[in-house]
Structures are given as C-alpha cells and as structure tokens.
C-alpha cells in the first residue's frame, strides 16, 4: 500500500495542500499542508476509489478530469488544482440537470497553458475554481440555481464555462459574471 503522501502524487497532486482543497468525499479537510489523520483517511480513500475505477475525489469527479492539458510539461506548471467549491457546485448541476454524468473539457490550467488557449490573464482555471464542461443546459434555466459565480455562454445559449469566482471576491453566487463567445 502506497504512503499517504504517495497517493497524493500519484493523484496528481504537487503537495498535500492542493489535496486537502480539493478533497469532497466528506467533512472538509484543514487546509494545513500537514499529513494528519484525518488527511491520510481521506487519502486512502480516494485511493480505494481509484483503484476500484470509482470518482475520486468527489461522488462523481475525478483527479484526472481536471489536470492541467500540459501534463506538467510547461515550465511552473502545479499539474492539478482543484476547489472543493467547485466540485461541490459541480455534482449539484450534475444531480439536477446531467445525471449521466458531465464531461469536464478542461479544469486546472498552468500560467503558460492557459495564455496558450488564450485564457484570460486572470482566468479562474489557473486556481482549480473553474470548468468548461460540453454545454447542454440553457444559462436561462442555469442561473437561477445560484451554484456559480461565473458562466461562461455559448452563441447558442447553453453554458459551455463554469466557475467559482466568488472563492476569491471577484463576483457572488447571487451576482454571477457572464459573458458570451
């Protein structure tokens, strides 16, 4: 059986901390960096899941579904980030409107990747609080749900961007930003 600081990175985690942020299969983690208890328990158990081809680090989501695209290969690139917030807004969309599940087209994404793809400088991938996802939910049935603070809408109406801005101040649940492409 692998330490717990061993599943973390073969997770995909660079350190304990992004693990305990992200980490949604039960009570929130401190977020302290240390391998406690509690943190080893929840590792084994996102461990067990993994092993057992089961979502690992929520009820439906997975590690791998949001690693930065790069692989790690771009210079600073922390490979995986992710915020329990996020996730937990995820799996009440997922719940609600796509119980078959959601398909993350991209999550965390490096400074270098993201300027790659043309993200925004600012853009709420670099901190693991955003997904864009395959658009099938209309943001006129999606806003009242006050699940994220930022939508990103395609010309056709759907929600193909979803993010948590609210995490760092930048917008509120009840006051989402939303543009179009």
């Known amino acids: 059986m692998p330490t717990t600081a061993e599943i973390i990175a073969r997770l995909g985690f660079p350190d304990t901390k ?3 942020t992200a980490w949604n299969l039960g009570t929130a983690l401190d977020v302290d960096g240390i391998i406690g208890p509690y943190t080893s328990v929840a590792a084994m158990k996102s461990w067990d899941r993994h092993e057992h ?17 790069c692989g790690g290969r771009l210079a600073g690139c922390a490979k995986l980030k992710v ?12 719940a609600k409107y796509s119980p078959r599940g959601v398909v993350i087209v991209s999550g965390y994404r490096c400074t270098k990747r993201n300027k790659s ?3 925004a400088p600012g853009s709420m991938h670099r901190y693991g609080l955003a997904a864009d996802i395959y658009g099938d ?7 009242s749900q006050h699940w994220f603070a930022g ?31």
């Open 137 to 143: 939910i209309a943001y006129s049935a999606l806003k």
């Open 53 to 69: 081809g089961l979502a690992d680090l929520s009820a439906h989501f997975s590690a791998r579904e949001f690693r930065c695209h």
């Open 83 to 94: 915020h329990r917030k996020l996730l937990s807004s995820l799996e009440k969309y997922r």
């Open 18 to 20: 992004g693990f305990q």
């Open 151 to 181: 939508y990103g809408i395609a010309s056709d109406g759907d929600v193909v961007h979803v993010d948590r801005r609210d995490v760092r101040g930048t917008a509120t649940l009840l006051s989402p930003d939303r543009w179009w492409y």
């Open 117 to 119: 793809v043309g993200g």
